[in-house]
């Protein structure tokens, strides 16, 4: 009869269409999950009606496309002579990459990298990219299922000019003059090392030993260091350090603006490690206290022991956030290639920001690449 006949056709058609009815039941939030499909290509396998879907390809029109073994490049031009790391983001053999670490030693300013069959990530592509006398930069990759070979621009490393405001006892000028100099250029010397891509082109000294406010600024306090710049001076354009008898009732102590700020209060017996955790307050770095991932020797420890590192996600932090000196329109506003992800703080575990505790070089003998 015509009416079985269609039965047994649409049982056939569904039985056609779900297949994997026999299979066990899945559960929406584990999905979808990645795969491989029956020729080999990424993919990724979705939860649907409690059914897994099948092995759907990332990318349909491109996969099968490349022969075997072919590699992805990252070419990183105006490398500088020491050695470059990098920081790769996208996908890979199905896996998610992130933050993939490679050192590379540059030839004639170009660091070439080979980095197997990458493919797009949904979740980010990119390579940062991090060396002496350059700033950290950002590079966008958007990965595709053939070759691809990236070759993209280091920024060089920011120079800021330095105004030091002395402001120690009448007479004292040429003496703390010389050890202010020493302490800016040492603090300096420190970010080069670290590669914070930040570097002062210039130091300017003023001398306020007999500024007719320097009684007001004997000990600066949370309560007086704001008043610095109106009762004492204040140069746009350059970071302002006052160099003080005492902060907080000690020379060795300091105060540093937090927020679109570049001025920074040390005592006369500070340490250039202390100078660039002030400095570090200006480009937005968080404090590293209480936190398992550093201890004193870390610059932006606020009680430390010597502070002589920082890690390359603090320095990219330093280069990418709103309210940092280099960043801020209030400020310096440069860098303007480069995004502003102000949710890269020292807790974020976002891909669009490596962890603060990355390390690409080893911060001593303590805290190991990782
Ligand atoms: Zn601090």
């Known amino acids: 009869m015509t009416t079985n006949w269609m039965c047994a056709a649409l049982a056939v058609l569904v039985w056609a269409i779900f297949p994997s009815a026999a299979r066990a039941t899945c559960y929406g939030p584990s999905f979808p999950n990645a795969c491989t499909t029956s020729d080999g290509c990424p993919g990724e396998r979705n939860c649907v009606g409690g059914y897994p879907t099948r092995c759907i390809k990332d990318d349909p029109t491109g996969c099968p496309a490349r022969p075997p073994g072919t590699n992805d490049f990252w070419i990183g031009l105006n490398a500088p002579t020491a050695e470059v790391g990098i920081l790769v983001d996208g996908r890979r053999s199905n896996a998610e990459v992130d933050d993939k670490t490679y050192v590379i030693t540059p030839v004639n300013a170009t660091a070439t990298q080979a980095l197997g069959a990458m493919r797009s990530s949904p979740i980010g592509n990119e390579v ?19 070759q691809d070979t990236f070759r993209q621009t280091m920024e060089n490393t920011v120079r800021v000019p330095v105004t030091v405001w002395i402001l120690t006892a009448n007479g004292s000028f040429r003496v703390q003059a010389a050890q202010a100099t020493n302490t800016v250029i040492q603090a300096g010397a420190l970010f080069d090392q670290e590669r914070l891509g930040l570097d002062f082109n210039n130091i300017e000294l003023r001398d306020a030993t007999t500024h007719p406010n320097r009684g007001r ?30 902060v907080n009732g000690g020379s060795g102590n300091g105060l540093g603006e937090v927020e679109h700020g570049d001025s920074v209060a040390v005592g006369a017996n500070s340490a250039p490690g202390l100078l660039a955790h ?26 430390g022991g010597t502070r002589l590192f ?13 309210i940092s000196a280099i960043r801020s329109t209030q400020v310096y506003g440069l860098r303007p290639a480069m995004p502003i992800i102000d949710s890269c703080n020292i807790g974020s575990t976002t891909r669009t920001c490596p962890k603060a505790d990355k390390r690409i070089w080893a911060d001593g003998a303590t805290w190991p690449a990782n």
């Open 128 to 146: 940062l990219s991090f060396g002496a006398t350059r700033a950290p930069t950002r590079h966008s990759t958007p990965w595709t299922t053939t």
């Open 217 to 246: 600024f004997l000990n600066v306090t949370d309560a007086n260091f704001g008043t610095l710049e109106t009762q004492i001076g204040h140069i746009a354009g350059r970071f302002n350090v006052y160099w003080v008898q005492a």
């Open 278 to 303: 002030e400095f570090g307050h200006n480009l937005a770095l968080d404090h590293t206290d209480g936190d398992a991932r550093f201890d004193g020797t870390n610059v932006m420890m606020s009680a």
């Open 310 to 322: 920082l890690t390359e996600g603090q320095a990219y932090r330093a280069h990418i956030r709103s």
